[in-house]
């Protein structure tokens, strides 16, 4: 396994020029800050709140990324958008042809083709839903909007992206770690780390991704990667943010953990064709 499993989020030994931006909540930072830890590299942590926008209003940092989202990395002026980018930057860089991104060319494929599919699937549908659901600053002051996304026009939608995460898992389940501990093998890869925070989130926010018995090798899969990598200080955060947020959507009566099911669909139908 990694070179350490002692955190060390942000601190900086020596002079270190390698700036890491991101925040608490979001899934895609998941990967890039538990590699750096996991490889004890120095960074310095700039934080940011993105429910907050401070992304988003903070002038410098518009200049310096332009897209203005986290993750981002700067390495001393050479700057990298895309948390699989970053993972594949951090790990040619720092451990070079180590499991964790083998220069062998079959190995190597197999990440990256895991890398480019869930960026297209699971990022994809996972980031729509997120948007849909978690994008007010404070939830508990959107009731209206919460509502119409729910019940309005958006629920077709919510549950066509619940509906394709489903196959995705399946997939997962099915193909990636059919016959593998980890997503391409039996080491954790840099396509691990980059799908932790994803599943993470759906698990703790989601009945449906709850994950005890619909996707067995799913489930056993995060429960490794939460020993290996569960005791980061920013893997606690990580949880203890989103669980928070969970229990915020359920006392607010918000089916966040109410299933999406067909027939849940149909009920919305009918209500809405008898008002
Ligand atoms: N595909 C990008 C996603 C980047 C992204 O959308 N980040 C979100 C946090 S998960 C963000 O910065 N949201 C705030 C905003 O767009 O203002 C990646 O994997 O890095």
């Not at 030994?13 to 890491?20: G, P, T």
């Not at 800050?33 to 907050?52: E, G, M």
């Not at 070079?96 to 599919?117: A, G, K, M, V």
């Amino acid at each position: 396994m990694g070179t350490g499993n002692k955190p060390h989020l942000g601190r900086c030994v020596m002079s270190c020029e390698l700036d890491f931006y991101w925040t608490i909540s979001s899934p895609s930072c998941q990967g890039p800050i538990l590699f750096l830890q996991q490889n004890n590299i120095s960074f310095n942590a700039k934080k940011f709140d993105v429910r907050t926008q401070e992304n988003r209003l903070n002038e410098a940092y518009g200049l310096l990324n332009p897209n203005r989202t986290v993750p981002f990395l700067n390495d001393a002026g050479f700057t990298v958008i895309e948390s699989n980018s970053i993972l594949r930057y951090l790990a040619e860089k720092y451990t070079s042809d180590s499991y964790w991104y083998p220069r062998e060319i079959h190995s190597r494929s197999r990440i990256d083709q895991f890398l480019d599919w869930m960026n297209n699937n699971t990022r994809k549908s996972f980031q729509e839903l997120v948007h849909l659901f978690f994008s007010w600053p404070d939830p508990m002051k959107r009731p209206k909007v919460i509502e119409d996304s729910v019940f309005g026009c958006e629920a077709d939608w919510a549950f066509r992206l619940v509906s394709g995460l489903d196959a995705q898992y399946k997939f997962i389940e099915n193909h990636w770690l059919n016959r593998n501990s980890y997503i391409t093998g039996h080491y954790p890869t840099i396509a691990d780390l980059a799908l932790w925070g994803d599943v993470k989130f759906l698990q703790i926010t989601f009945e449906e991704f709850k994950l005890n018995t619909r996707f067995p090798q799913v489930k056993k899969w995060i429960d490794r990667m939460d020993c290996l990598f569960g005791h980061y200080e920013s893997s606690k955060q990580f949880v203890s943010v989103l669980s928070v947020m969970a229990q915020q959507f359920q006392l607010f009566g918000f089916p966040m953990t109410r299933s999406f099911k067909p027939e849940y669909d149909s009920d919305i139908r009918m209500d809405r064709q008898r008002s």
